[in-house]
């Protein structure tokens, strides 16, 4: 395809359908992909038309529900919605765990969102800092007169923060709104609020400021939660020790770290996706605080209590939102949080540091005892199987005999199918 262009102007333009129209001519693509991008699911055409630009069709993944989760002694279903199997299993079984010493505890989460604005070519540091000290209240009205509604709710601006920081382009003094966004992520409000007070604040320290933006480094948005897991229930004293050497490695070692960590975000993602959060303001959170210290180390930590139980705990930044963003106009979002009851951002949070710990404690489990592939690899055959459209009861036999081989690829998939239909004379 030498002569192949993907320059396209005015592509946004287009109304929907015709979009859709222009990829079917551009790549010749057959009716059946043509169906696929008019399925829009539960979505309008004008509903999904406005999310982002450029508007093809809708992509859909699974949404499952996690049980047994009882955190600060409130039961919650938990909707998760991700393509990997046997997290949300996973998930269900350690909460089911967690309760028989009283489930899972979970600290209050202040809503707290940092806005940064960063001044450069001050004149005088000392006197901007000054300036700024001088004139705080100032600074916090013009913010909160942004923002009457949240206002009315007891949140707005309240604080600010100083930094000094040394750059190759000099230094420079980073000013940070702290406001507390109450129930939504909060990006929006407080970018609108770090624009609203920069000609002010320019003006009172002789600065020229460039960028008025949220910091996803929520640190005063960091939500804890702990559980006790009973050593017979996970499997033994043997298990629990595995866990422990597991989390030593990961302490030890950022290569680890990183793998575990992403077994938390598996569950926190997951509910991130289902209740219409932002899953990158969530992952650069967690990363970042992750290796705040100066080392990537992992979100959770483990020890055993007097009777050789395992006690987790996790700690890291959480910036949800129960309204705001698309949380309440993507349907299948509202849904979730409806199946999952909170009353607040905060309690958003709670459930999902207590979920991330349940799926830590999941993953190390496997990996301690049987080993990460037996469960993954039961529907992670039938999922490879399917790609190849067959019956439903070639799949299942194709599907036993690659894990009585220990062969769960596609190419295998495919032999092993071809030989079933022929000895079936299919
Ligand atoms: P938003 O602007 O959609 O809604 C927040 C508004 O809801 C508030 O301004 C407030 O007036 C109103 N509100 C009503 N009831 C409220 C309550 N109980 N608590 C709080 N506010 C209430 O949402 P947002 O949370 O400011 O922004 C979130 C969106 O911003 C997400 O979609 C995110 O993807 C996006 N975003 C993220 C980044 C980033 O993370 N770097 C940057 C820009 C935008």
């Known amino acids: 395809m030498t002569d192949f262009s993907s320059e396209f102007s005015g592509f946004y333009k287009l109304p929907l359908e015709e979009r859709q129209h222009q990829l079917v001519k551009l790549l010749?693509?057959?009716q059946e992909e043509?169906?696929?991008?008019?399925?829009l699911g539960y979505f309008l055409p004008s509903?999904?038309?406005?999310?982002?630009?450029?508007?093809v069709g809708s992509y859909q993944l699974p949404m499952g529900l996690a049980f047994n989760f009882k955190i600060n002694s409130k039961d919650y279903i938990v909707p998760m919605v991700i393509e990997e199997s046997s997290v949300v299993a996973a998930a269900s079984k350690i909460a089911k765990i967690a309760r028989e010493h009283g489930g899972f505890v979970s600290d209050e989460v202040k809503s707290i969102m940092i806005s940064q604005i960063?001044?450069?070519?001050?004149?005088?540091?000392d006197k901007a800092k000054e300036s700024i000290a001088k004139n705080k209240e100032k600074i916090l009205s013009i913010a909160n007169e942004q923002d009457p509604i949240l206002n009315q709710l007891?949140?707005?601006?309240?604080?600010?923060?100083?930094?000094?920081?040394?750059?190759?382009?000099?230094?420079?003094?980073?000013?940070?709104?702290?406001v507390d966004v109450k129930d939504a992520m909060g990006a929006n409000i407080v970018n609108t609020m770090a624009e609203a007070v920069s000609p002010y604040i320019e003006d009172i320290c002789n600065a020229k400021i460039y960028l008025r933006i949220v910091s996803n480094l929520a640190t005063h948005r960091v939500a804890k939660s702990r559980a006790v897991f009973d050593k017979n229930l996970l499997g033994g004293e043997e298990v629990v020790e595995g866990i422990l050497n597991a989390y030593e490695f990961a302490v030890a070692d950022p290569y680890r770290a990183t793998t575990h960590n992403k077994g938390i975000m598996n569950g926190i993602i997951a509910l991130t996706l289902a209740t219409g959060n932002d899953t990158r303001a969530i992952e650069a959170g967690a990363h970042a605080y992750a290796s705040i210290s100066g080392c990537y180390k992992p979100l959770t930590k483990f020890d055993v209590d007097s009777e050789g139980n395992l006690v987790g705990e996790i700690e890291i930044p959480l910036a949800f939102g129960i309204i705001?963003?698309?949380?309440?106009?993507?349907?299948?979002a509202r849904?979730?949080?409806?199946?999952?009851?909170?009353?607040?951002?905060?309690?958003?949070?709670?459930?999902a540091a207590a979920l991330g710990l349940a799926q830590n404690v999941g993953a190390l489990r496997a990996l301690a005892s049987e080993g990460i592939q037996k469960g993954h690899m039961a529907l992670h055959s039938r999922k490879i199987v399917k790609l190849a459209s067959v019956s439903d009861e070639i799949i299942e036999e194709a599907a036993e005999r690659?894990?009585?081989?220990?062969?769960?690829?596609?190419?295998?998939?495919?032999?092993i199918i071809e030989l079933i239909s022929k000895s079936k004379n299919l």
Do not use: W, Y
């Open 154 to 178: 007891g949140g707005g601006a309240k604080d600010l923060e100083i930094r000094e920081i040394e750059t190759r382009k000099g230094k420079m003094l980073i000013l940070q709104l702290l």
């Open 28 to 30: 010749d693509l057959n």
């Open 402 to 415: 690659m894990i009585t081989d220990k062969k769960i690829q596609v190419g295998s998939a495919k032999e």
């Open 118 to 125: 960063q001044l450069t070519k001050v004149k005088d540091i």
């Open 324 to 332: 705001g963003g698309i949380t309440r106009s993507h349907p299948m």
């Open 335 to 351: 849904l979730a949080l409806k199946i999952l009851n909170v009353g607040s951002a905060g309690e958003l949070a709670q459930v």
């Open 47 to 55: 509903q999904i038309d406005r999310l982002i630009e450029n508007v």
């Open 34 to 39: 043509f169906e696929l991008l008019r399925t």
